[in-house]
């Protein structure tokens, strides 16, 4: 059984934090921008995002472009699929590959 997109996050928002990570859901709605990443943060000074999905999900195309400006802006911004993703990536952040 594929895990709910709202675990996924649940699970990368605990694995943040207890790695020191500021990181906050965005919420989406009426008011909200559209395409905005679903998790956005700060880790040892670098501003970040992530669009989770799950599955067979893929990202729109006004969340692709949000992600291309928040790269273009010199933050990080990625769309993630599992938690391995997101280790990989602070792993790169903590041996300054990334």
């Not at 943060?41 to 670098?46: I, L, N, Q, T, V």
């Amino acid at each position: 059984m594929i895990m709910k997109e709202k675990t996924l996050q649940a699970k990368i928002i605990k694995y943040m934090r207890s790695e020191g990570a500021w990181i906050v859901k965005y919420p989406g709605g009426a008011y909200a921008e559209v395409g905005v990443p679903d998790l956005v943060g700060c880790f040892k000074g670098r501003f970040f995002a992530f669009e989770v999905k799950v599955g067979n999900n893929y990202a729109s195309e006004m969340q692709k472009h949000q992600i291309g400006l928040i790269q273009s802006s010199g933050g990080y911004a990625f769309i993630v699929y599992s938690m391995k993703k997101v280790m990989e990536i602070v792993k790169g952040w903590k041996n300054n590959e990334i």
